[in-house]
């Protein structure tokens, strides 16, 4: 109704709520006469129904006492919206249909310092919408770091949430461990990293995690939304007496699904205790969105909510836009992307070689430094190989990316950490070097090129080309097999 003028009711259809717009008359007799229009068609919606527009009418008025009998207005209705110029009357409003109100929080509202584009001030309100309990897990979590009779906790959620892990060693007494740094809980994030302190190696254990979306996180006001709860998971840590294991080991995949799945295939029916992904696996990450979804297929495939991963750094890793935020989705041995650990009464030893060029090659742009890394890095083996974990280990195995010895014609002109750690690995013990990087199955037996033991490098991405490696350790014994994608022995080492 309008006897000025007719006036209209504007119905918007989007996928999770209807949005109307509307310009009421300037006489209440009329105004009033709209609200039964506007409440049919509102109780008809079956999604969440917002209604905005010029009232032409005032806080206090009949009709909007009226209007919230069914509507809950969203925006301030002590700030002025007309005229334009100099408001002094508040007639425009944003409000929601009350019993969708459950469904979003508002965040906030305002009026727009714009008095140009029409004789009224823009009004805007901010909301966010439930996310449902289903949808609030991105990732499924996935084991990182397992030293210190601790492991480590990892999983993205599409909403910001306050998460914790419950755990224990059966599913009825359960513990719950959240992340708390300087007395604060880090929350309202959408990547969640919790240590679990205190386990009992040898001991299985069930965990799940819980995920809680906070809709609003302010100073003296906090609201929360829906709770997902996953299905428990469970893992076992060695005990140091532990003298058997299986690990796999993937390199070079280039974020190739296929080669990914060829590889498994040859190695799912074994029950392995960890995973080493020996880097450019996910090469280049360009954004968070990209590396994320890579990562989740590595982690689903190789089974890592039950089984550790290690992430090792190659050259691919360090490339592109999201590069360094890479960082946030590990939680690294030591904090570093270099480190050691003991897997039962094995020591493992990683290394980061970073670039394959110089850090003064044009295409870095001088934001490049890896010789101190490769620097910082002398320092921890010359620590490492001076341990009593490392001395005390009945085998000791190096994993890096770029080969130190044996690289290939197309790779020995610049091979900066054999001028760094060369001297230093040429007498040290190890049982075996597992590299990667050249894309070529290689075997360097003991002393061909000035090492002191086996070098195994992986094969590349191409399916013709792509290896798996299995490591395994039983009593005094232990061997290292290469496959192919076809499930062919390539090489079986007794070291």
Known sequence: PGREEARALLVVEFEKYIYCCTHLSLTEEDRMLSLPVIRQVAASANKPFFIAGDMNAHPGSEFIRQLQNDFVILTDTKKPTFPANNPDETIDYIAAYAKD?????????????????????????????????????????????????GITVMWQTTVPTYSWVEYGTDKEHLQKARTIVDGQVICNNLQNK???????????YYYRVCSQEIML??????????????????FTLPTTTDTDFTAIIFNDLHKHSETLQALYKQVKDLKYDFVVFNGD????????????????????TVGADRVPVFYIRGNHEIRNAYSIGLRSLFDYVGDKTYGAFNWGD?????????????????????LNDFSDLRKA??????????????????????????????????????????DEWGAILEKAPFAVSINAHTHRFAYIPEGADGNNYPVVVGGGYRMDGATVMILQKKGKEMTLRVLNAKGETLKELNL
């Open 377 to 418: 890095q002398v320092g921890f083996l010359k620590e490492e190989l001076a341990s009593r974990a490392f001395k005390k280990a009945s085998k000791r195995v190096l994993i890096h990316h770029v080969p130190i010895f044996g690289k290939g014609e197309d790779y020995d002109s610049y091979n900066p950490c054999r």
């Open 217 to 234: 996180y302010h100073a003296y006001k906090k609201v929360f939304g829906e709770t997902a709860v996953s299905d428990f998971h469970t």
């Open 281 to 300: 696996c996910i090469d280049d990450p360009a954004n968070h969105d990209e590396a994320t979804c890579f990562l989740s297929e590595l982690n689903e």
């Open 101 to 149: 109100t459950t469904a979003f929080t508002r965040i906030s509202s305002r009026v727009w310092d714009e008095p140009a584009a029409s004789d009224h001030r823009p009004i805007i309100t901010d909301i966010i919408f439930n996310q449902p309990a289903g949808k609030i897990f991105r990732t499924e979590p996935y084991l990182q770091n397992p030293v210190g009779n």
């Open 194 to 204: 919790i240590r679990l302190d205190g386990l009992e190696p040898g001991k299985t």
């Open 346 to 366: 094995t020591r493992i030893v990683m290394l980061d070689c970073g670039e394959d060029k110089p850090d003064t090659h044009w295409v870095y742009y001088g």
